[in-house]
């Protein structure tokens, strides 16, 4: 069974930092494009970040560059969203998604395989 399993979601100040893993089972984290997307309360889902493993480049919204930075653990079948300086409007849940026939350029509903999400609030 195909599975992508999110981690490491919770409370945290403005400034502060999270590291969210994503985990795959069933299947080999390898296709082209991995990516972290978010969605807000009311607001579309958006693309975060997203890493291409045929040539190891990564994407990153404007709203993220500098501050959030997506790495991969082959050996543990994981993703990783590192964010830093984390600000209020950083706010959602956050999802990890891969397809193998999607892109990092491609509209998140392009993506086919999805984990349950895990929320980030960021708040004093």
């Known amino acids: 069974q195909v599975q992508l399993v999110e981690s490491g979601g919770g409370l945290v100040q403005p400034g502060g930092s999270l590291r969210l893993s994503c985990t795959a089972s069933?299947?080999?984290?390898?296709?082209?494009?991995i990516g972290w997307f978010r969605q807000a309360p009311g607001k579309e889902r958006e693309g975060v970040a997203c890493l291409s493993t045929s040539d190891g480049n990564t994407y990153y919204a404007n709203s993220v560059k500098g501050r959030f930075t997506i790495s991969r653990d082959n050996r543990k079948n994981t993703v990783y969203l590192q964010m830093n300086s984390l600000k209020p409007e950083d706010t959602a849940v956050y999802y990890c998604?891969?397809?193998?026939?999607?892109?990092?350029?491609?509209?998140?509903?392009?993506?086919?395989?999805w984990g349950q999400g895990t929320q980030v609030t960021v708040s004093s």
């Open positions: 998604a891969t397809d193998p026939s999607a892109r990092c350029w491609y509209r998140w509903s392009r993506f086919g395989s």
């Open positions: 069933g299947f080999t984290l390898d296709y082209d494009a």
